[in-house]
């Protein structure tokens, strides 16, 4: 099971950090993706973390300002976002991939999503 937390309302420019929270299995067995979905479009892969070999992914509107880590001990991953933009905007889920960082369809459990407002 997975469980996000951390979003909320910010204006530009601000920052957030998302958690997500695994029970159940450990985050080390898998890779940990962040996705997120703002209305009326697609869902969208942000950032990825492959705890076999710590590798991270990011898209390109993120770098630069998103940070992806993890928590073996308290089994969490977290999304740390700064200079945070309007068009971040949108319903953010954590996922699991039991093989890498990959395409969507290739993550099984998904949380329930937490939503990030960014105000201009």
């Known amino acids: 099971q997975l469980v996000e937390s951390g979003g909320g309302v910010v204006q530009a420019g601000g920052s957030l950090t998302l958690s997500c929270a695994a029970s159940?299995?450990?985050?080390?067995?898998?890779?940990i993706g962040w996705f997120r979905q703002a209305p009326g479009k697609e869902r969208e892969g942000v950032s990825c973390?492959?705890?076999?070999?710590?590798?991270?992914y990011y898209i390109d509107s993120v770098k630069g300002r998103f940070t992806i880590s993890v928590d073996n001990g308290k089994n969490t991953v977290y999304l740390q976002m700064n200079s945070l933009k309007p068009e971040d905007t949108a319903e953010y889920y954590c996922?699991?991939?039991?093989?890498?960082?990959?395409?969507?369809?290739?993550?099984?459990?998904w949380g329930q999503g937490t939503q990030v407002t960014v105000s201009s």
């Open positions: 996922a699991t991939n039991p093989f890498s960082c990959g395409p969507r369809d290739e993550y099984d459990y």
């Open positions: 159940g299995d450990s985050v080390e067995d898998y890779a």
């Open positions: 973390v492959s705890n076999s070999d710590g590798s991270t």
